[in-house]
Structure formats: C-alpha cells, structure tokens
C-alpha cells in the first residue's frame, strides 16, 4: 500500500521510509527470534526477544496509526483488499 499512499500523498514520503524502516527492523527482529528458538535458547533469553520486538512494534502501530489513518481512510485502492493485504 506505500507505493499507492507516496502517489496519492508524496508529502509522506520521509514518514513512509521511516515505516519501511521499522518494517526492515521488526523483520529482523523476528529473524533473530526465530534463530534463539532453533537453538533452544532460555527463557529469559526468549522473553528478552519478545520484548524487544513488542516494543518496536507497540511503538511502530502508534506512530502509523497516527502519520496515516486519514489517509488510510480516504485512499481508493483499485484492487481487492484480500489481494493487497495477504490472507489474514
């Protein structure tokens, strides 16, 4: 949906890379949680990458919630939200 809110809004376009950045970072996240499972990390060890990726995202969903919901609101996508979104 980026590339359709930059066309219609270019004056998100900073906001929009931070998203995408925060997007890059929460993948990481979940890459380094998913290796700490595979090795069988701790407890602890997991909580701490859990948190980790709660507080990015906790922080993340307020940030976009608040630079886009207008936005959101008003875009007209031109294709099935299914299609663009991913199945739930």
Excluded: C, K
């Amino acid at each position: 949906m980026f590339p359709a809110i930059a066309a219609a809004h270019p004056h998100l376009g900073p906001t929009l890379r931070l998203l995408e950045q925060d997007h890059s970072m929460i993948a990481h996240l979940l890459s380094g949680l998913q290796a700490a499972v595979e090795a069988a990390a701790s407890p602890p060890q997991l909580d701490q990458h859990l948190e980790g990726i709660a507080a990015i995202m906790e922080n993340h969903f307020r940030y976009e919630e608040h630079a886009l919901s207008q936005v959101l609101e008003t875009l007209a996508l031109d294709t099935d939200p299914g299609r663009a979104l991913g199945p739930l």
